[in-house]
């Protein structure tokens, strides 16, 4: 099953694919926005994970033992 990210980027390939593709240079405008809002939106979905992953690796670090200095 894909992420919902990865599919926001598939689907901001084929805009840009696209936009690559037509003559219209306001087709070609408009395409291009929407494949960048798809990338936008993408990011923006992934961003939760990346911090809740930040979160746990920093948990998870081992702390000093201050017993030593006693």
Same mark, same amino acid.
């Given at each position: 099953? /894909?992420?919902?990210g990865n599919?926001? +980027?598939r689907r901001a390939k084929v805009c840009f694919d696209a936009a690559h593709a037509t003559e219209n240079e306001q087709t070609? !405008? !408009?395409l291009? #926005?929407? !494949?960048e809002d798809w990338? +936008?939106?993408a990011e923006s979905y992934d961003l939760?994970? /990346?911090?809740e992953q930040a979160q #746990?690796?920093?948990?998870q670090q081992v702390q000093p033992n201050d017993d030593k200095k006693k």
């Open positions: 099953m /894909t992420s919902r599919e926001y +980027r070609h !405008a !408009a291009l #926005q929407l !494949a990338l +936008r939106m939760p994970a /990346t911090v #746990q690796q920093q948990q």
